[in-house]
């Protein structure tokens, strides 16, 4: 069995895998509006991936292959969750909503983890949680605009987004057994280059060659994406998995946006309107809150 992380250290990859990924989303929510969906998920997994296999060679590490074998269902339900299905829907999200929402809207991980738990594990979910829970759906009409009854584009992403959410949460009970045995770095980088190999087919089947080469600015919003998040962020969100209960880790992703909204404002010229801003109030609130509850 692999050293385990001690809890202060998996606590502080926790929160910075956090404000890698909001900060991605920021560049992946402008990349994806210029590059076709299947495009998008090959190069980001492949480069993801070759590069953290480089980063894993000049360390001199070797992947251990046979032991990620051990856990062929834990493997595949991460690949399915994270990397294929929770993947497509993620960016084909980002290709209709705003990334300064995506950041808030992303973060209602921790109510996904807690519903899996009680679905699939038999978990009690204690009525103050269900309450929270419906505080924080409402925050979250009130930040994509406060109006469902008639959808525009952008609310239609914000739907798509919280169903990849929900997807992408149910991968945290199969990484935490996952990481407790196996490297999260070498894992991760296997599972990356074998999804980027499953779109990359997809990608040549449905984009002209002057696609390849033209769209030079989503190129780089990009790669900027791939090596905050692929390369940086995951690695230490798996590696947080190790010493961290999933509802912990999911819920300090909250701190995330208290970075990367700031930057949408310098940078990308996003802002969230008045009510917008009340709403993502409301969201990080309550996963705050729930963290509270959950540790007690």
Same mark, same amino acid.
């Given at each position: 069995?692999?050293?385990?992380?001690?809890?202060?250290?998996?606590?502080?990859?926790?929160?910075?895998?956090? &404000?890698?990924?909001?900060?991605?989303?920021?560049?992946?929510?402008?990349?994806?509006?210029? =590059?076709?969906?299947?495009?998008?998920?090959?190069?980001?997994?492949?480069?993801?991936?070759?590069?953290?296999?480089?980063?894993?060679?000049?360390?001199?590490?070797?992947?251990?292959?046979?032991?990620?074998?051990?856990?062929?269902?834990?493997?595949?339900?991460?690949?399915? &969750?994270?990397?294929?299905?929770?993947?497509?829907?993620?960016?084909?999200?980002?290709?209709?909503?705003?990334?300064?929402?995506?950041?808030?809207?992303?973060?209602?991980?921790?109510?996904?983890?807690? +519903?899996?738990? &009680?679905?699939?594990?038999?978990?009690?979910?204690?009525?103050?949680?269900?309450?929270?829970?419906?505080?924080?759906?409402?925050?979250?009409?009130?930040?994509?605009?406060?109006?469902?009854?008639? +959808?525009?584009?952008?609310?239609?992403?914000?739907?798509?987004?919280?169903?990849?959410?929900?997807?992408?949460?149910?991968?945290?009970?199969?990484?935490?057994?996952?990481?407790?045995?196996?490297?999260?770095?070498?894992?991760?980088?296997?599972?990356?280059?074998?999804?980027?190999?499953?779109?990359?087919?997809?990608?040549? +089947?449905?984009?002209?060659?002057?696609?390849?080469?033209?769209?030079?600015?989503?190129?780089?919003?990009?790669?900027?994406?791939?090596?905050?998040?692929?390369?940086?962020?995951?690695?230490?969100?798996?590696?947080?998995?190790?010493?961290?209960?999933?509802?912990?880790?999911?819920?300090?992703?909250?701190?995330?946006?208290?970075?990367?909204?700031?930057?949408?404002?310098?940078?990308?010229?996003?802002?969230?309107?008045?009510?917008?801003?009340?709403?993502?109030?409301?969201? =990080?609130?309550?996963?705050?809150?729930?963290?509270?509850?959950?540790?007690?």
């Amino acid at each position: 069995m692999l050293k385990q992380t001690t809890r202060s250290k998996a606590l502080f990859y926790a929160i910075l895998s956090t &404000c890698f990924s909001s900060t991605a989303i920021l560049f992946q929510s402008l990349a994806a509006k210029e =590059l076709s969906l299947f495009q998008i998920l090959a190069v980001v997994n492949i480069l993801g991936g070759l590069t953290s296999y480089a980063i894993i060679i000049i360390k001199g590490e070797k992947i251990n292959y046979r032991g990620m074998l051990d856990h062929k269902f834990e493997l595949l339900m991460i690949l399915f &969750c994270r990397f294929l299905t929770g993947g497509v829907l993620f960016w084909m999200a980002m290709r209709l909503t705003v990334g300064v929402k995506a950041i808030f809207f992303t973060k209602a991980e921790p109510y996904f983890v807690l +519903l899996w738990g &009680c679905f699939l594990d038999g978990a009690t979910v204690p009525a103050k949680h269900l309450l929270l829970l419906l505080v924080h759906f409402v925050g979250a009409v009130f930040l994509s605009g406060g109006d469902f009854a008639q +959808l525009g584009t952008t609310q239609v992403g914000d739907l798509i987004l919280v169903l990849a959410v929900s997807i992408l949460a149910l991968s945290y009970r199969y990484a935490g057994k996952l990481g407790k045995n196996t490297s999260s770095f070498h894992y991760s980088t296997v599972l990356q280059l074998v999804a980027g190999a499953i779109f990359l087919p997809f990608a040549f +089947l449905t984009t002209s060659s002057i696609e390849w080469i033209g769209h030079g600015s989503a190129w780089l919003n990009l790669f900027a994406s791939i090596i905050l998040w692929n390369i940086l962020g995951l690695p230490l969100w798996f590696s947080s998995l190790k010493s961290l209960e999933g509802w912990l880790v999911s819920a300090l992703r909250a701190v995330g946006p208290l970075v990367a909204t700031p930057i949408a404002f310098l940078f990308f010229d996003q802002t969230l309107t008045l009510m917008q801003g009340f709403g993502a109030f409301v969201v =990080l609130a309550t996963s705050f809150w729930l963290a509270r509850e959950k540790n007690h």
